[in-house]
Each structure stands twice: as C-alpha cells, then as structure tokens.
C-alpha cells in the first residue's frame, strides 16, 4: 500500500474542495474472512497524476494487500470525500457507497471480485451538482432493508466560488487562503429509503430531515443513541451546530441536537490580526482527548491552547453551556 492519496495541490490550495481530504472503509468485500481496505482519493485541477484514484486493497491474509482497484472496477478520478459500507440488496456481499463533490456513488458488489456503477440505476443519481461528505447505511425503519443517510458539505461551484482574498471569508490573520466554509451556502442532510428491489426513494422531506437548521455537514454516524430499539443519527458538523436526528419509531425523525446536547460550536471572530475559534462541547459522558487535550476527561475539565488560536473544551450540561 504506498500509493499516495492525492488531494488538491502540492504548493497551494485555492478552493475549499482542494483542503477537505477523504476516508477509508475496511470491507470483507470477497467473504473470504479477511478485511480489505478501499481508499478514497482526490484529484488536482491541473495535471493530476496518473495515480489519482480510489483503491481497493485485497488482503493477502499474512500481512500485506494487494491493489486490486482496475480488476474490481473500481477505478475512478473524482474529489471522493467519505464512504461507507453496506449489503443493501442482501445478497451476503458488502457493497460501497462513496460520497464525492460532484456526484455520490453506488457500488452493487457482484460476489465475483467485481463491482458495478448502479448509481442511476438505484435512484440515486443527482442532476444537480452536490458535494456529498459523510455518509451512512442504516435501516430506519427497521423493513430489513439498509437505507441510505448521506450529508452535504457546502454548495460550491468551481465557477462561482471566490477566490483566495476575495472576501472576509478568504482571508486568515490577514493571508488570502481557501474560503469556506463560511461565506458558502450550506449543504443539507438526505435520507433515501431502500424500496428493496435496488432502488431508493428521497424521503428527507417526509422524514423531516430535510427540515433541520443549515449546516455544513461532514461525517455521519448511525446508531441506537438513546436504546429504544430504533436507530438514530447524528451529523458532525463544520462551523454549525452538529445535528442529532432522532427517530420517532414512525418513519420520521426530530433533529434534538442542542437540546440533547450532542454538540454545539460556537465560532467567536475578533477583528484582524487575531481570530479567537471556540468550540464548546457538550456530551453526557463526554471524553475528550486530543493533541491538545491528551488529559482531558468527564470528570477533569481542561482549557487547552492550539497552535490555530484558542481552543477551549469544556465539560459540562447543556444547561450551564446556555
Ligand atoms: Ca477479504
Ligand atoms: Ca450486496
Ligand atoms: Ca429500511
Ligand atoms: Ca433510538
């Protein structure tokens, strides 16, 4: 595995797609017992390398993988952002679904060591440019059948984002950098129901999805939060208040994020040359250890100081937060 991952330029970044990076996913994708890898990549938007792929590594089983990325079908050039992995059609094989700026992917796994583009095919197809960036499968409704959760980072465009030192928003301790995402339009959460033939309906609107407050969504995680049998989701977010849906047990979900106090970021901007950044955090049995904060924990609050400017993570109830 020494392919490096490409991500935007060597010398300079100059929009936000450029910064973001990707992810990883481990998947037994042959059920031979031994975990593959599959690596996302990005690309460059002048002269990208020949190798500016996603990579599927098979496990050699003692220790080491082999690149199986062409012979799977899996080749492919784009800004990928996250992934996740899922037997969404039941057939005992994991397939992929890969979120990217531009178009999201569906990856049916074919049993054979090979995958197919089944992204129109499964509905799932944008006609609007979008840039999707966490992703997760999850069986809402508990039919038995995994449906599909993704976020929206930001709404960019090549051709109409600002450049480096264009705005407020392009400019960090007075150097013109990437803008966003502040200064962007939000993206927004989808949920897409399996109707269990291959095929997946938009349903975020019915499932009171599409309502939740504008964010800039990023990595999605699904599980039972509050163990009552149905599963939840929350989505970590950049610069907004990260989102916590929980399900009503009814097809529908109410987004309690703040009043769960799953997450609240608080971005506080003095005036050039310094910009303060604060995030405060708020979970019920919260840990937090960072670089920053290597001590941190539930029971031992602790102000840390960033190379980035001043970062204080607290831990405490919501209540006290407000
Ligand atoms: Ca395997
Ligand atoms: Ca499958
Ligand atoms: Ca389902
Ligand atoms: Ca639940």
Redesign the pocket.
Known sequence: MHAPVIYGGVEQTKYIVETTGCGCAFIDYDNDGWMDIFILSGTRLENPPDGATNRLYKNNRDGTFTDVTKKAGLHSVGWACGVCVGDYNNDGFDDIFCTRFGQNILYRNNGDGTFTDCTRQAGLWSPEQRWGAGCSFV???R?G???LFFSNYVQFSFEQAPVPGQNNSCIWLGIPVACGPRGLPTGRPWLY??NGDGTFTDVSERAGIAQAASSYGLTVAAADFDEDGWPDIYVACDATPSLLFMNNRDGTFSEEGILRGAGISIFLRRTSPTIGTFFITTMERPTFRTPQCPHASASKPVTCVGARGLWIWITMAIQTCL
């Open positions: 069986d809402y409704d039919d059948n995994l449906d129901r399996n």
